[in-house]
């Protein structure tokens, strides 16, 4: 199949050097000296509005307010519980419809990219925000690697599992474990869909899904699913985390969207994390304000319907 890269996004050639200190800091802290510097630093910006510059959220908040469900149900309790989470050696599968399955250890996952600064605004669906510098790669660079059959339609992530140090995989059946989330293959190759590595010119807290994670920032947080290990094309949806727990609650898309309210909460506005006191409200914007980079993936759909 062929893997589309619609340019839709300003890549921009950043001269910049805090972004080359960034990258430098990033490979330093995955200890991967010899990784990725010979390209060239490629910064990329997706703003929803060209003029409006993101405020990136403080690291602080990024680190200490997280979901990460295999750990807690706490937002401030997976930085500790995680601590001792191995995740160096890492490896990660690449199957199904597929003509040339992978299996890579993080390294060479690494290697095989170009690791770049995306600032990105993050939605949750619970109603918060916020604005992360992630440091990652293109999803769909990696793919092509594994060279996808015209077959492949979806593509399904798997996260870690390891109940005896993620409490709530014995504990909870809030979710079925492990984590699970799915693409449809178009929106998996979109340039906007990365892997994160790091954020904030370092290497991924653990709890934040270190050593690798996707973020696809025009769809709800629960997407962006962390500590993967699998990545499978499949011919046919996936069955996904959050859609199995409430299907009325999380469709299979949860791409941002004002006008579709959670059955409990309106998805008018979020709390923007990290801006005062009262964290000042921000109307929230149709695919979290990169409609015109990602509209077009759904232009004939009823959006209430897939929601
Ligand atoms: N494996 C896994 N991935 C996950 C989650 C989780 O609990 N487990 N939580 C999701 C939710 S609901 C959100 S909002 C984001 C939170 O990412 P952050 O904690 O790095 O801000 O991760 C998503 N990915
Ligand atoms: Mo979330």
Excluded at 141 to 149: Q, V
Aim: glycine share 6%.
């Amino acid at each position: 199949m062929l893997i589309k890269s619609k340019q839709a996004i300003a890549e921009s050639e950043i001269t910049d050097s805090l972004v080359f200190t960034q990258r430098r800091q990033i490979i330093k802290a995955l200890g991967l000296s010899t990784i990725g510097l010979s390209t060239g630093i490629n910064n990329v910006f997706a703003n929803s509005q060209a003029s409006e510059k993101l405020m990136p959220t403080s690291a602080d908040i990024f680190k200490n307010y997280t979901n990460y469900y295999e750990f807690s149900f706490n937002k401030e309790d997976s930085t500790e519980l995680a601590k001792n989470f191995p995740t160096n050696p890492w490896q990660l599968e690449i199957s199904g419809e597929v003509e040339n399955p992978l299996k890579l250890n993080l390294e060479d996952v690494l290697k095989s990219q170009s690791i770049q600064e995306y600032v990105y605004r993050f939605r949750c669906v619970e109603g918060w925000s916020m604005v992360v510098p992630w440091m990652g790669f293109s999803l769909a660079s990696l793919l092509k690697l594994s060279k996808p059959l015209a077959s492949a339609n979806f593509v399904k992530f798997t996260s870690v599992f390891n109940p005896e140090l993620m409490p709530n995989q014995l504990k909870s059946n809030v979710l079925t474990w492990p984590y699970v989330e799915g693409l449809r293959i178009d929106e998996a190759t979109h340039p906007l869909a990365i892997l994160a590595v790091g954020a904030y010119g370092n290497s991924l807290p653990k709890q934040n899904g270190a050593p690798l994670r996707l973020v696809v920032p025009w769809k709800y947080g629960f997407k962006s699913i962390k500590a993967i290990v699998k990545i499978e094309l499949l011919k046919r949806a996936p069955v996904t985390s959050w859609n199995v727990a409430a299907p009325n609650e999380y469709g299979f898309y949860a791409n941002v969207n004002p006008s579709v309210p959670h059955p409990r909460w309106s998805q008018h506005s979020e709390r923007q994390l990290g801006t005062g006191f009262f964290s000042a409200r921000r109307e929230t914007e149709l695919f979290n304000g990169y409609g015109e980079q990602v509209a077009s993936l759904y232009k004939d759909m009823d959006l209430r319907h897939f929601f």
